[in-house]
């Protein structure tokens, strides 16, 4: 078992290496819902473009992270995780999954160093036991909150996963995202990983997620917070409109965002607008900080919440949520 940990000295950097040839592609993560793979994808891009959450199925998108180096473009893509879908978009969702794994040019999977395999983890490595050509990553995440004596039976259980589908990871690799743990020796491991060729997006792109996009994504994970376990799979966000403020002088600009908050049920409803608006206003507060962050300009956030019934079953209303 080929277990990486960091070097005491740094690998030669890519300045220095005579004639080395860049490389560029696409590196896939995935696992079972809540594994680590957004937080994982921020931590490498530097920047928040992936939403997390401490509940299961947060992502929806499969969002690029692109990560610049002298040597190497890494675009990371952030899957939705694999799991036993009990509704159409469930279903849609895996479907992303992957159509996203037959695409890239490797791919790791995220296993929690605090959580033993289980049912989740042999069906999804067995889904990339069939896919022969694609090297393929054991990625252990959430390393800071384990012991070493945890962590060693991580690493021989996953280890010895591989061996019982028949492949062998191309390496086996402990992280702490939140920790800064090894994060830039994944990074380094991926690279050699990736076809020879010149960047694929400009320098200083960080994804290719439309703005609008990832504005909604920030309004639902705020609206994540707090809620009750059965919510989050009920909310969708739609921003419907961003336009500057036309009567806003050129030094003073202001974006006015419409975004409406979708949930299943009118029962639904109070829980997240909460008593007199109070929980939509905080809502409205921390998602409107987040997408300055990321925009670089004030905000005005306008936020509705409207029901669209059973929405995860009905095609028509996925359509409309842009599922």
Known sequence: MSVRTQSPEPPESPESSSG?????????????????????????VGQKVAITANQPQTTRHTVRGI???????????????????????????NDVVRATWAEVDVIGFCLPANEKLGPGDRFIAKELASIKRTPKIAIVTKTDLVDSKTLAEQ??????????????????????????KQVDLLADLLVPLLPEGPALYPEGDLTDEPEQVMV???IREAALEGVRDELPHSIAVVVEEMLPREDRPADKPLLDIHAFVYIERPSQKGIIIGPKGKRLKEVGIKSR????????????LDLHVKVAKDWQRDPRQL?????
Do not use: Y
Request: aromatic share 6%; hydrophobic share 45%.
């Open 319 to 323: 359509r409309k949520l842009g599922f």
């Open 20 to 44: 080395a040839p860049h490389r560029a592609g696409f590196a896939c993560f995935v696992g079972r819902p809540n594994a680590g793979k957004s937080t994982l994808t921020n931590a490498l």
């Open 67 to 93: 990560v610049h180096r002298a040597d190497a473009q890494l675009i990371l893509v952030d899957t939705p995780g694999l799991h036993k879908p009990r509704t159409l978009l469930g279903e849609r969702l």
């Open 155 to 180: 690493l021989i259980a996953i280890d010895q996963l591989g061996k019982e589908l028949g492949f062998e990871w191309a390496e086996i690799v402990p992280v702490s995202a939140v920790a800064d």
């Open 216 to 218: 909604a994504e920030l």
């Open 289 to 300: 900080k987040q997408i300055e962050a990321l925009l670089g300009t004030p905000v005005f």
